[in-house]
């Protein structure tokens, strides 16, 4: 299903517990309407995975993942040929041969679909609906720019040109999510080519009730000094301020702990689960310490 209104598909992702503010509705809602790339960005853990995710989930299509990193190749993102099954046509047209007149295989012969194996965005290309895939290129920053160069075809023309057969167009355009975390300036040319939304840091409501639908047995009292303690200690100057992500996998452990009312100790005491650096730590304790920062109560 498609959405016609942002309103219809905030309730749909709200129903699959992805809750978003206007402006990733508005950024979605354009995705899947207009069906051109978007672009998240944001620090880690505010979603940006998820949203692709969350989509795929609301519009019943298949979710496909290209998972970047520094060297991912054209091979593992477009189409490889199948070596094996084309050796192996090689090697039957040769036994086939009984002396009588010799089969003959041609080059053209072994380059055909028959042959091909999709890589995500011909995946994407060649689904054949009729629910959108959702094409997820997640943390597209990892990768280097020749990589980033291959990918301006698809994200233009939502077309993989396979030189020995010719061009596949969408049969149904993707819905297509890029992410990243910003640890590199992205092309001009790509960002061109795409939709962009920067996702801010979910306020302190949102967040809470983040929580709560992930850590379905969390107590209120808990689940509220908990997001409370989590947004204070962002204000800090950590190497890695703790995201939604850490917030609900604290909120677990606390929850497996059987803590119902946080206090200063407990935090403490909990502190790894939402704090992941050493140094980090060591700051977040001597704000304690120094009455910065603290479990307030409610
Ligand atoms: N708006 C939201 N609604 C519901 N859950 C959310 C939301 N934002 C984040 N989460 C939850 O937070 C966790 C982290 O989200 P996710 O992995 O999508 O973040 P990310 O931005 O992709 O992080 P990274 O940059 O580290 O990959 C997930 O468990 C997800 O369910
Ligand atoms: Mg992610």
């Known amino acids: ?14 129903g699959v517990d992805y809750l978003v503010d206007e402006g990733l509705a508005t950024a979605l809602f354009l995705a899947q309407s207009i069906r051109q790339p978007l672009l998240l960005e944001g620090e880690p853990g505010v979603g940006k995975t998820t949203a692709a995710k969350a989509m795929a989930s609301v519009l019943g299509g298949p979710l496909i993942r290209l998972q970047c990193y520094e060297g991912v190749s054209a091979n593992e993102a477009l189409y490889e040929w199948n070596y094996s099954q084309q050796l192996l046509a090689i090697q039957l047209a040769g036994q086939a041969d009984d002396g009588s007149s010799k089969p ?5 012969d072994l380059f055909t679909e028959d042959y091909l194996l ?16 959702v094409l997820l290129i997640d943390e597209i920053d990892r990768s280097d720019d020749e990589f980033e160069a291959l990918l301006f075809e698809f994200l233009g023309e939502q077309s993989v ?3 020995e057969i ?15 975390n910003r640890s590199r300036e992205l092309h001009d040319a790509l960002k061109r ?13 949102r967040t809470a009730e983040i929580v709560r639908r992930n850590v379905d047995a969390a107590a209120h009292p808990l689940v509220t000094a908990a997001t409370a303690f989590v947004s204070d200690a962002r204000a800090l100057d950590l190497d890695k301020p703790p995201g939604v992500a850490e917030a609900i996998d604290w909120v677990g452990a ?26 980090d730590i060591r700051t977040a304790n001597e704000a304690m310490d120094a009455g910065e920062l603290s479990v307030s109560v409610s």
């Open 161 to 163: 040109t396979v030189p």
């Open 104 to 108: 003959w295989l041609a080059a053209d």
């Open 193 to 205: 080519r795409c939709l962009y939304h920067w996702i801010e840091f979910p306020s302190l409501e």
């Open 118 to 133: 999709d890589r995500p965005l011909l995946k994407a290309v060649r689904h054949p609906g009729p629910a959108p895939a």
């Open 254 to 279: 606390l929850s497996a702990l059987g803590v119902t009312n946080l206090d200063d100790s407990e935090a403490r005491s909990t502190l790894s689960a939402v704090i992941k650096t050493p140094d």
């Open 1 to 14: 299903m498609t959405f016609s209104s942002r309103q219809e598909l905030v309730n749909a992702l709200e």
């Open 166 to 180: 010719g061009t596949f167009s969408a049969v149904v355009d993707p819905v297509v999510i890029l992410t990243s």
